[in-house]
C-alpha cells in the first residue's frame, strides 16, 4: 500500500504540474501574429525578435527562431522553426511517459499486493492447523482485496490524467502549426 500511496503521490505531482505547464504553454496573445507580420513587412526584424523574447510561448520562441533565419532558403527558415517545435513539443511531454507508466503499473502492484496478501492469508490457515475460522479467512482476503482497489484506483486516475494531458498538448501543437504555416506564408507574400 505505501507504494501505492507514493506512486498516487508522484502522479497528482505530475499532473498538477505539467497541467500549469502546458496551460501556460497554450496562452497566446490574439495580437502576436498581427504585430509579427507587421514589423517583418516593416522590416523591423529586431522590434519582431524582441516581440518574441517578451512573448515567452512556444509559438513566440518558434516564429523566433523562424525570424532569426529571414535572409537564408526558406527550408532552412521553415527547418529550423519545425526543430524549434520538436523541443518544445518534448518539454511540453516532460514526464508524461512517467504518468503513462504510473497508470499501467499501479494496477498492477495492487495484484502483486493481492496475491502476496493471499498466500500470508492461506499460511496463516495452514498454520493454524484445524483452528480455521471465518474471522482469519476474511481478514486476510480483505487486506489482500484493498490493494487491488487502491491499485485501480490509482491507475485510473493517473490513466484519464495522462490522457487529458496529452489532449492538451496536442491543442497546443496544433496552435503551433497553424502560426508557424502562417508565418511561412507570410514570407511568401510578395514585399508590396
Avoid: W
Avoid at 495580437?31 to 513587412?41: E, W
Avoid at 516593416?42 to 509559438?59: F, H
Avoid at 491499485?151 to 490524467?161: E, T
Amino acid at each position: 500500500m505505501a507504494v501505492l500511496f507514493v506512486l498516487s503521490v508522484i502522479a497528482v505531482y505530475i499532473y498538477v504540474e505539467r497541467h500549469n505547464a502546458i496551460k501556460k504553454a497554450s496562452k497566446e496573445d490574439e495580437n502576436f501574429m498581427n504585430n509579427i507580420r507587421d514589423y517583418v513587412k516593416e522590416g523591423r526584424l529586431e522590434s519582431a525578435t524582441d516581440l518574441c523574447k517578451r512573448t515567452d510561448t512556444p509559438i513566440a520562441r518558434m516564429i523566433g527562431k523562424g525570424i532569426s533565419r529571414i535572409g537564408k532558403p526558406l527550408n532552412d527558415i521553415s527547418a529550423a522553426i519545425e526543430n524549434a517545435g520538436k523541443l518544445e513539443v518534448n518539454s511540453m511531454e516532460t514526464n508524461l511517459a512517467t504518468l503513462a507508466t504510473i497508470s499501467g503499473a499501479a494496477p498492477m502492484i495492487g495484484f502483486l499486493g493481492t496475491v502476496i496478501g493471499m498466500i500470508l492469508a492461506f499460511h496463516e490457515m495452514a498454520n493454524a492447523g484445524g483452528q480455521i475460522n471465518v474471522e482469519m479467512l476474511s481478514q486476510g482476503i480483505y487486506t489482500a482485496m484493498t490493494t487491488t482497489v487502491a491499485g485501480l484506483i490509482v491507475g485510473i486516475v493517473a490513466f484519464i490524467g495522462y490522457n487529458l494531458l496529452v489532449a492538451r498538448v496536442d491543442k497546443v501543437i496544433f496552435k503551433m502549426e497553424a502560426r508557424s504555416t502562417e508565418f511561412l506564408d507570410l514570407l511568401h507574400e510578395p514585399v508590396a
